[in-house]
């Protein structure tokens, strides 16, 4: 059971601002959707591996070898804001 | 010091997570150079900026620097692992989540020894290790409004190494933490260099009462940048905690930071979100199986681990406990010392030469052995000058000093500098009659029997020689002559 907190709590994790409307809308499409999945629980998986990865391969490795990377201002174009070479952010610590 | 009652009361529980960096030559999941102390954003690219569409790959040394890690550490190595993504926002972390390892680690139960200070061993138990990336750098106090990102340092392989709640006490801590630096140094998969942040560790602790069946609230402390600074940041804990239990109230659990100019910890204050992960399967990197004859043939590659060493310098070489556990901090000093026994039998002196003298000298050029232009030979040929009283103990340090600087051996030094011990007795003779001549005062002393002004003599003696006499010569000649 999905409730109007659940899709506050998880809005929050991710960032999103949600109106009183919109989370009672996705509270329940959520609902649903779940609901929908929950089909799931009534097969027999008891033989089924439990599985991460779908596609049929495995140990895919890079050697050690360095490449060249970015010049920095390169790497800082994307940046809102910058100083000194640095990403320039919020302060995050009070 | 009396124990209070309180002491007695309490138990303190103390599980560490150490963070290793890894000293591979490139990233953990692209190929920028693994590097410190460049100019800050010079080492990145699309992968470790976290940009859409990118795809990470797994650097095969980390996973097998890993092994080793395992291995050494006496961990079962798991022979199927899989990365995780751990999703947070924060701005050390460009793509708002980390890969790392979550329910299926590269390691799994193991331990560490640690010496106990009645000589037995404690058994520390390695609940896991697992790789993964590390975060971008954040600078807070370089700019008043914001704090600067220097993403460098995104996607150097980590260890991160977690200990079971077995520690308990700051001493005990501090030592596990002293043996694990000590193996990982071994191993030669990290510089282990706290300064540069290449070792981190992080600690939980919490009190409860003797005996208790469950863990008490704890407390995770943070930002402590040596060894030191975690044991006092761990007694300011435990003290913190014993008053607040005492007091009645309750522990909160939060993570604090140590102050190491005031020497206290404080409670973190920080906009990030409460701690709630959302670890899944990351998607972008297959599973990877590793297999009995890749662990077997790291195995086999792993060299002799420090305590090995230890056990083994004092049976084969007969050397005391404590000599030995000075010479395996490094492993370097002690092949030194097991080349030095190759060509001298008295392996008790060799230790002090090189735990006194040579260190000394070590210390004052901040310099290690592999900077030495001496060879263990040469060391050895200077101890037996010294032995066969061609030297004395004074001029073979000055000798031990002039060779590391220029590089020349034992006999070009005594030659060139004329450093070899006199032994012409009427050499001697001379220099003590002029001695007893010019100190009537201290001479009528020994002759009143005042043993100890015989020792003024012979300092006196040996400055009148520039040190190249024998101390015990001068004193049997002086006595003679008064």
């Not at chain 2, 460049?38 to 620097?65: F, I, M, W, Y």
């Amino acid at each position: 059971m999905i409730t109007d907190k659940d899709v506050k709590y998880i809005a929050s994790l991710a960032r999103i601002h949600l109106s009183d409307e919109e989370s009672a809308l996705f509270t329940k499409n959520l609902e649903g959707i779940l609901h929908y999945v929950g089909k799931l629980e009534k097969l027999d998986v008891s033989k089924v591996e439990p599985t991460s990865h779908v596609l049929p391969l495995k140990n895919v490795y890079r050697e050690d070898v360095v490449k060249p990377s970015l010049p920095q201002q390169a790497a800082l174009k994307i940046a809102v804001e910058k100083h000194n070479g640095a990403f320039k952010v919020p302060k995050v610590i009070e | 010091m009396s124990q209070t009652t309180t002491e007695k009361k309490y138990e303190t529980v103390i599980g560490l997570e150490v963070h290793l960096q890894l000293n591979t030559a490139t990233k953990i999941f692209c190929g920028c150079a693994n590097v410190f102390g460049r100019d800050p954003n010079s080492q990145t690219c699309p992968v470790c900026l976290g940009l859409p569409g990118t795809l990470p790959v797994l650097n095969k040394k980390a996973l097998e620097h890993a092994i080793k890690v395992a291995l050494a550490l006496n961990c079962k190595v798991n022979p199927y692992i899989k990365f995780d993504r751990k999703n947070y926002f924060y701005p050390d972390i460009p793509k708002g989540y980390q890969i790392s390892q979550f329910d299926l680690p590269i390691a799994s139960d193991g331990y560490l020894m640690i010496p106990l200070a009645d000589g037995a061993f404690k058994r520390i138990g390695i609940k896991r290790a697992h790789l993964e990336e590390d975060a971008g750098k954040l600078i807070h106090d370089a700019h008043a409004t914001g704090s600067l990102v220097d993403y460098n340092r995104t996607g150097t392989p980590l260890i991160e190494i977690v200990t079971d709640p077995d520690l308990r006490s700051a001493q005990e801590a501090f030592d596990y933490l002293h043996i694990l630096k000590l193996t990982l140094q071994y191993l030669n998969v990290s510089d282990c260099d706290m300064e540069k942040g290449s070792l981190r560790c992080d600690a939980n602790i919490s009190i409860r009462e003797m005996g208790a069946p469950n863990l008490g609230t704890k407390a995770e402390v943070k930002n402590m940048n040596s060894f030191r600074a975690v044991k006092l940041a761990l007694e300011f804990e435990e003290n913190r905690h014993r008053t607040i239990v005492e007091s009645g109230e309750r522990i909160i659990q939060e993570t604090r930071l140590w102050n190491e100019e005031k020497a206290m910890t404080f409670a973190m204050r920080s906009k990030e979100e409460a701690h709630d992960y959302r670890y899944f399967p990351e998607p972008d990197l297959v599973p990877f199986t590793v297999d009995q004859s890749v662990i077997d043939h790291v195995r086999q590659s792993l060299p002799e681990l420090p305590q090995q060493k230890l056990k083994r310098l004092t049976d084969q070489y007969k050397i005391s406990e404590y000599d030995a556990a000075v010479i395996i901090q490094d492993p370097d000093i002690a092949n030194f010392f097991e080349e030095c026994t190759k060509h001298y039998a008295e392996t008790k002196k060799i230790c002090n030469w090189i735990n006194g003298a040579l260190f000394q000298e070590l210390n004052a050029r901040k310099m290690t052995i592999k900077d030495l232009k001496i060879t263990p030979q040469d060391l050895t040929t200077l101890i037996k000058k010294v032995e066969e009283g061609v030297l004395n103990n004074l001029t073979g340090k000055d000798t031990l000093k002039f060779m590391i600087d220029s590089g020349k051996s034992t006999e070009e030094i005594i030659q060139e500098k004329g450093l070899a011990q006199e032994s012409d007795d009427s050499v001697l003779e001379k220099i003590v009659d002029e001695i007893i001549a010019a100190n009537d005062k201290v001479v009528a002393q020994v002759k009143e029997g005042k043993d100890s002004a015989i020792g003024f003599l012979v300092g006196q003696a040996m400055r009148k020689c520039q040190g190249k006499g024998n101390p015990k010569k001068f004193g049997e000649i002086i006595r003679r002559r008064i």
